[in-house]
């Protein structure tokens, strides 16, 4: 009974039943040594999202910095910009057309008579002269000819000498009575008959003098030898097909190009008025002049399948630079506008109410916003009709990050003091009117990118809180001067 009773629970292991987490419990310790893990993770995912929200929002947030910096947050803050001064000079205006060069005559020899070419004396490529002997067939078969019909003249010419005598003493006789009429009539029908002959035998002669003189082949225009067809010692006919050789005019050369129906009146009327249109041929990338020359006439009709007309410009082409069915761009100058403010194409910018440009004052290098009203595009230039006066300094580049007011830090754009599409402008300046380049612009360093040439700067979208109202950039807009280069609008 006493043993029994001993067996039993005593307290502290009933304490250690009732509390299973002490750390004396096996079970709780292992749990216990999971909850560390666990916390560790969660901190590790934290922190991971805490990084990759910040490396998302970082450039955001840079951005939004840099502008409050440029706009409101730091007035010492100046935006880099390229600025050009508006010019007062001549704006050429052109119609631009795709054409082909073709040589005034095309001349294709062939023998004119039957023989053995015996002689060649030219070389390929030669430059010829009217009358230059280019070959010569076989001339002995019609020399023969020539001597035959010179002698049956000879003989001819004594038979008639007699017949006539015979016919003067027959119609002395006839007067005498002595023989009757129809005989001396019969007599001068002879002699007639002989001069006929003799007549003949003249056309024989000069048939084969002509022949002798076909043998000797002669270059008809003064042009450029082409390859030879045929070699010395081949027989040649009049009736063959293909040539002895092709002789092409080198100058003067024509270049036909077509340009659309709408701007029919404008050069109909141009050349009505007597006006000579100067024309300029530019190799197939425009980026060179080969040679320039004028307009000659236009074409009677208009093709409609394509809805353009042709026309036809002359070329002197003296060093040789335009070559018979090469492709070029025909450039048909057909306005000059005078003294006109020139500004480049990528500083009009085009908002709710508007076309308008930066202008910076060089007082304190402040960007001021100028409605402007453009006028002539050509290539990367355009005339402005209101709005700038010559010198004012324009910006070119970096417009995007701009509003009224802002300081700036101008820098000298290169790219936009150049001729209309060069080399193929032609424009003069008027003397005295160019406006000088400012003199007191930090130089722009040589590593500063550079857009393409007449590029317009495309607008971020989180800077256009900083433009002023109704004068949002349009980038569209911006380019519209560059789209089609051969529709030039006037006004």
Do not use: C
């Amino acid at each position: 009974m006493h043993e029994k009773m001993t067996e039993a629970p005593t307290r502290s292991e009933i304490a250690l039943q009732l509390h299973p987490d002490e750390p004396n419990n096996k079970p709780s310790k292992k749990r216990s040594s999971a909850r560390p893990i666990g916390i560790l993770l969660l901190v590790a995912v934290l922190a991971g999202g805490f990084f990759v929200w910040r490396s998302t929002h970082k450039p955001q947030t840079t951005a939004a910095a840099g502008r409050g910096r440029g706009g409101n947050g730091d007035a010492n803050a100046r935006v880099p910009v390229s600025v050009t001064p508006a010019q007062r000079r001549d704006l050429p205006v052109y119609l631009d057309g795709l054409g082909s060069v073709e040589a005034f005559n095309t001349v294709t020899l062939k023998s004119r008579v039957d023989g053995q070419m015996m002689q060649v004396n030219f070389t390929e490529g030669q430059e010829v002269r009217k009358g230059d002997l280019l070959a010569i067939i076989d001339p002995r078969p019609y020399e023969v000819a020539l001597a035959q019909a010179q002698a049956n003249l000879a003989k001819d010419q004594a038979q008639l000498n007699d017949a006539k005598l015979n016919a003067t003493r027959y119609n002395q006789l006839t007067k005498d009575g002595v023989i009757p009429q129809q005989q001396a009539d019969t007599q001068t029908a002879l002699a007639n008959q002989l001069q006929a002959a003799v007549q003949g035998d003249q056309a024989a002669i000069d048939n084969a003098k002509l022949n002798i003189d076909y043998s000797h082949i002669t270059s008809p225009i003064d042009g450029r030898v082409g390859l030879r067809l045929v070699d010395p010692g081949n027989i040649v006919h009049a009736a063959d097909p293909n040539g002895l050789l092709v002789i092409t005019q080198m100058q003067p050369i024509a270049v036909i190009f077509t340009l659309p129906e709408d701007s029919l009146q404008a050069v109909n009327s141009r050349t009505r008025s007597g006006v000579t249109l100067q024309v300029k041929a530019l190799s197939r990338d425009n980026g060179m002049e080969l040679a320039s020359g004028t307009l000659l006439t236009i074409d009677n009709q208009i093709d409609q399948t394509t809805g353009t007309f042709r026309l036809k410009a002359v070329f002197d082409n003296r060093d040789r630079a335009l070559w018979p069915n090469q492709f070029v761009n025909a450039r048909l100058l057909i306005d000059v506008k005078k003294n006109a403010i020139i500004v480049p194409v990528a500083a009009i910018q085009r908002g709710d109410q508007g076309p308008f440009v930066y202008r910076v004052n060089p007082s304190d290098n402040t960007a001021e916003v100028v409605p402007v009203t453009p006028g002539v595009t050509e290539g990367t230039l355009s005339s402005i009709e209101g709005g700038l006066a010559a010198g004012d300094l324009i910006v070119t580049d970096g417009q995007d990050r701009l509003r009224a007011g802002a300081r700036v830090d101008p820098r000298p754009d290169t790219r936009s003091t150049g001729d209309v599409n060069p080399p193929a402008s032609t424009s003069t300046q008027t003397p005295g009117s160019q406006t000088p380049a400012p003199q007191n612009l930090p130089s722009a360093p040589s590593s500063q990118p550079r857009s393409p040439r007449g590029s317009q700067s495309l607008v971020n979208p989180g800077a256009q809180g900083n433009q002023p109202q109704g004068q949002s950039n349009n980038a569209q807009g911006a380019r519209q001067g560059n789209r089609n280069r051969g529709s030039n609008s006037q006004q």
